[in-house]
């Protein structure tokens, strides 16, 4: 799995995270850690000063724990979507490999473009215009860590790919970002099944309490 850090325009480093993605838990007591076969490599991104903007580079390591980008986190959801503008660049992957979403605030086409590399840090493409509009805010903000993982094959357009959104595990700031991402029309499934059982478990505690 890959591990980001990204920094904003403010000079702050948040996680942003990806894909190898970035996908990673199937249940409410692995939300917070992605199995051990998925962490492979962490993944810096460096603030650089060039002569003309800003622009971001990746330093590839090894990444021997990764538990703390998750400390306080929770899977809100799965996202399927599309690697666009795939024709434009010669890189290779496998249909279950995690990938890199990488923030590229200096695009020149969008500001809110979302790149997509592979592990070997070859341009892959980008996701699409209105859907990175929607992620943008809450990855600049902290407030989700997304992490991306190859979902097929790709077409001569198109790269299918999910995306795992990892959000706020405190309350009351996770009901607050679920309200945001149901405005975004982004998915919150994951956090609504966790809290279900989570209510379910507590109301079958309260039966044995009573019964004793």
Same mark, same amino acid.
């Given at each position: #799995? ?8 403010? !000079? ?11 996908? @990673?838990?199937s249940? %409410?007591?692995s939300?917070? /850690?992605?199995?051990?076969?998925? &962490?492979?490599?962490?993944v ?16 590839? /390591? ?9 400390? =306080? ?8 979507? =599309?690697?666009? !503008? ?5 890189? +290779?992957?496998a ?6 979403? @990488? @923030?590229? %605030?200096? =695009? ?6 979302? &790149? ?8 892959m !493409? ?13 990855m600049? +903000? ?7 993982? $190859?979902?097929?094959? &790709? +077409?001569?357009?198109?790269?299918? $790919? ?18 945001? #991402? $149901? &405005? ?5 499934q ?14 079958? $505690?309260?039966r ?5």
């Open positions: #799995m890959i591990k980001v850090a990204y920094a904003n325009s403010h !000079g702050r480093t948040t996680p942003s995270r990806f894909y190898h993605a970035p996908p @990673r838990v249940s %409410p007591a939300c917070l /850690t992605p199995p051990a076969t998925e &962490r492979a490599v962490r810096s991104l460096r603030r650089t000063e060039t002569a003309q903007d800003t622009t971001k580079s990746i330093t590839l /390591t090894p990444d021997e724990d990764d538990k703390e980008i998750y400390e =306080n986190r929770q899977l809100y959801g799965i996202l399927d979507t =599309n690697i666009v !503008g795939i024709r434009y660049y010669e890189s +290779s992957a249909v279950g490999e995690y990938v890199l979403v @990488r @923030r590229e %605030p200096v =695009n020149s086409y969008d500001h809110n473009a979302i &790149r997509i590399d592979n592990v070997r840090r070859q341009r !493409g980008h996701l699409a215009r209105d859907v990175a509009a929607q992620l943008v805010p809450l600049d +903000s902290g407030e989700l860590i997304v992490d991306g993982v $190859l979902a097929g094959t &790709r +077409s001569e357009f198109r790269w299918p $790919l999910s995306l795992k959104l990892f959000g706020i595990a405190r309350h009351p700031e996770k009901w607050a970002l679920r309200i945001e #991402m $149901l &405005r975004k029309k982004l998915p919150v994951e956090l609504d099944r966790a809290e279900a059982a989570r209510q379910k478990k507590q109301r079958a $505690l309260r044995q309490q009573v019964s004793h």
